[in-house]
């Protein structure tokens, strides 16, 4: 039997709601062994960032490239990359990897806090948007990319989606979390396909750090499983919303709290 791995390219959140941590937590909640290739550190807990150390270009790329070397890889995520020195030399290192790619353009933390510089966002779009399977901007993101307002609407979010696919992603998830209304709606656009919204209640709870990348891990699980982007994104949503619903069950922090990854597997876990 072949074990399915992901392999997660992103920072390290010493809190362990998001990042590299956040997405090791989602592919074993999806049960899919996760590798990781650091991009970036922070001094980080639930009240926000402190600081940020960005790991060396070249040291990043050899991460990448020896795990791939030695694992056989179903799927990568792509998180916080930091730089337009990293974001080049995760293109260069994966130049040639055939499985799905999960693209999540981290910009901004939760708390508002910068991660990503300005200049990197040209080289993003440039050579890692090309190589993206599936691309899972929330709504300011997808602003950021296309260079538009943020999307206040449904058509708004479609027609920034469709930017971004026409830009050369195969496929856009859309995330509506920092959209308003009693839903949080996301929606998936695919290349030639109509538009497809993924509907869920907005649960009423501080404790969501970390949700975007939890999502898109849990996406890039279920695709080094084998499923479609459909079938993996729809998935992944509904987990997520089970995560967030168990979220305040944690209590970790005094701010923005994590999601409960393992709010299906632990004992009294929601």
């Not at 449904?154 to 839903?183: C, D, F, P, R």
């Not at 509907?199 to 890039?220: F, Y």
Request: proline share 4%.
């Amino acid at each position: 039997m072949t074990t399915p791995v992901a392999l997660s390219i992103a920072g390290s959140d010493p809190s362990g709601g998001a990042g590299i941590q956040a997405d090791l937590k989602a592919f074993s909640a999806m049960e899919v062994y996760g590798a990781a290739a650091l991009t970036l550190a922070t001094v980080q807990n639930t009240q926000g960032v402190l600081d940020v150390a960005l790991m060396e270009p070249d040291f990043v790329a050899a991460q990448v490239s020896a795990v791939l070397r030695d694992i056989d890889v179903h799927a990568v995520k792509i998180g916080a990359l930091g730089s337009a020195g990293i974001v080049t030399a995760v293109a260069k290192a994966l130049k040639g990897y055939s499985g799905p790619i999960v693209l999540d353009p981290v910009m901004i933390a939760k708390s508002g806090d910068p991660l990503l510089d300005a200049g990197a966002v040209t080289e993003l779009r440039r050579r890692l948007l090309p190589m993206a399977t599936l691309l899972t901007p929330n709504l300011p993101e997808a602003a950021w990319l296309t260079g538009g307002e943020v999307a206040k609407d449904t058509a708004g979010a479609e027609a920034q989606g469709e930017a971004l696919i026409a830009a050369g992603a195969a496929a856009v998830l859309l995330k509506g979390g920092h959209g308003s209304g009693s839903g949080a709606n996301d929606l998936l656009l695919r290349r030639g396909a109509e538009a497809l919204s993924l509907p869920a209640p907005r649960i009423e709870t501080r404790n969501t750090h970390g949700t975007g990348c939890t999502l898109s891990a849990a996406i890039a699980a279920r695709l080094a499983r084998g499923e479609d982007i459909e079938t993996a994104a729809r998935i992944a949503k509904t987990w997520l919303t089970g995560a967030i619903a168990a979220a305040d069950s944690l209590g970790i922090g005094s701010g923005q709290g994590p999601v409960h990854h393992f709010h299906a597997l632990w004992r009294g876990g929601g």
